[in-house]
């Protein structure tokens, strides 16, 4: 079965630090970019972050650079995002995403069901 | 940084009706690369439209794209209940990856 099973979230304190994995499973995930999309309570959505198949490229919001770091291992067919200093408006359910077929390809053809990250005191 | 704006914010249809949903990118999506989602409430977005104009795996054929530069359509040709929805453009030919805030198309 084609899928994403993403884990991890749950309530931190401001400043605080969390890491969310997204275990993917029926197809070559190795072969593919991955992303983590987040959507905040009631809001629209926001690309957060990017990975090259092989680990050799990222990208990443202007929100989250020097705080977040997303890495993959391929060998596990698992993607991660790791959250340091963490805010308030960090809060929302964060999805990870597989990237279309090819590098140019940055939409997203499938996505997990997402996992909550709450930023509270 | 490529801003989207969909309009309206809501479209309110029946049944049976066209909906049409508009996307404006603030400069030129390189490209095409312009892409549709659906998220229905509680759910993850699904991807109905790549490239502006391509159904995804599954898509029905109610539903199509089209555009180019900056100025990009999503038309849902009979909309049947389970279309109801709110639905999300996204340019992915410049970084960063960004999305219009969504139009909701509601009964």
């Known amino acids: 079965q084609v899928q994403l099973v993403e884990s991890g979230g749950g309530v931190v304190q401001p400043g605080g630090s969390l890491r969310l994995s997204c275990a993917a499973s029926?197809?070559?995930?190795?072969?593919?970019?991955m992303h983590w999309v987040r959507q905040a309570p009631g809001k629209g959505l926001e690309w957060v972050t990017f990975i090259r198949y092989d680990g050799s490229n990222e990208d990443y919001a202007d929100s989250v650079k020097g705080r977040f770091t997303i890495s993959r291992d391929n060998s596990k067919n698992t993607l991660y995002l790791h959250m340091n200093s963490l805010r308030v408006e960090d809060t929302a359910v964060y999805y990870c995403?597989?990237?279309?077929?090819?590098?140019?390809?940055?939409?997203?053809?499938?996505w997990g069901r997402g996992t909550l990250v709450t930023v509270s005191s | 940084e490529i801003v989207l704006t969909q309009s309206p914010g809501t479209l309110s249809l029946s049944p049976g009706e066209r909906a049409t949903l508009s996307c404006r990118a603030s400069?030129?999506?390189?490209?095409?690369?312009l892409a549709w989602y659906q998220q229905k409430p509680g759910q993850a977005p699904r991807l109905l439209i790549y490239g502006a104009s391509s159904r995804a795996t599954g898509i029905p054929d109610r539903f199509s794209g089209s555009g180019s530069g900056t100025d990009f359509t999503l038309t849902i040709s009979r909309l049947e209940p389970e279309d109801f929805a709110v639905f999300y453009c996204q340019q992915y030919g410049t970084s960063p990856l960004t999305f219009g805030q969504g139009t909701k198309v509601e009964i």
């Open positions: 995403a597989k990237n279309g077929p090819s590098g140019y390809d940055c939409y997203f053809d499938l």
């Open positions: 029926g197809f070559s995930f190795s072969s593919y970019g």
């Open positions: 400069q030129s999506v390189t490209f095409s690369y």
